[in-house]
């Protein structure tokens, strides 16, 4: 019984619903043919992979056992939780850089080390990597700073 309560396994399981999901909701998109591919050959394959790839994980957590289940914790949790839906809600609001900055600043608070200096280099690195990437990149348009830029 320990086997099936394993991290390893557990992940494996997640990996086949997230492949089942995936093949549920894409089922109804067209395949095409491995030359002019439709809008469903990619989710699909990705899918399958997704659920050889939780199959590998389970058997192979089975066989070896692994690490066991730890209590869960909730304060990481619930602020990075909380973080992503603030993410969310200000996203179209106050623009990327602001969001962003939420979203660090909550989701570190759920760490059991705080560091603000730490926290403001990754509020900084994130988004100069964010802005390069996509508002520069990609070209998306997107907001950095409503009403700035």
Do not use: H
């Not at 086997?3 to 109804?28: E, H, N, P, T, V």
């Not at 590998?56 to 056992?65: D, M, N, R, Y």
């Not at 900055?101 to 990754?122: A, C, H, M």
Request: hydrophobic share 55%.
């Amino acid at each position: 019984m320990t086997r099936f309560l394993s991290k390893d396994f557990l992940s494996g399981l997640m990996f086949i619903g997230f492949g089942l999901l995936a093949l549920y909701f894409g089922q109804k998109l067209a395949l095409g043919t491995p030359v002019r591919m439709g809008p469903g050959w990619v989710p699909r394959m990705l899918s399958l992979i997704l659920l050889g790839l939780g199959g590998l994980i389970c058997v192979i957590a089975l066989v070896s056992g692994g690490e066991q289940v730890e209590r869960l914790k909730w304060k990481p949790l619930t602020m990075v939780t909380i973080g992503i839906v603030c993410f969310a809600l200000l996203f179209e609001r106050a623009g990327l850089l602001p969001a962003l900055i939420v979203l660090i600043l909550i989701s570190s608070l759920g760490g059991e080390e705080f560091k603000l200096t730490e926290v403001i280099g990754n509020m900084i690195a994130l988004a100069i990597l964010c802005i390069v990437v996509f508002k520069i990149g990609l070209g998306m348009n997107i907001s950095i700073i409503r009403g700035v830029w």
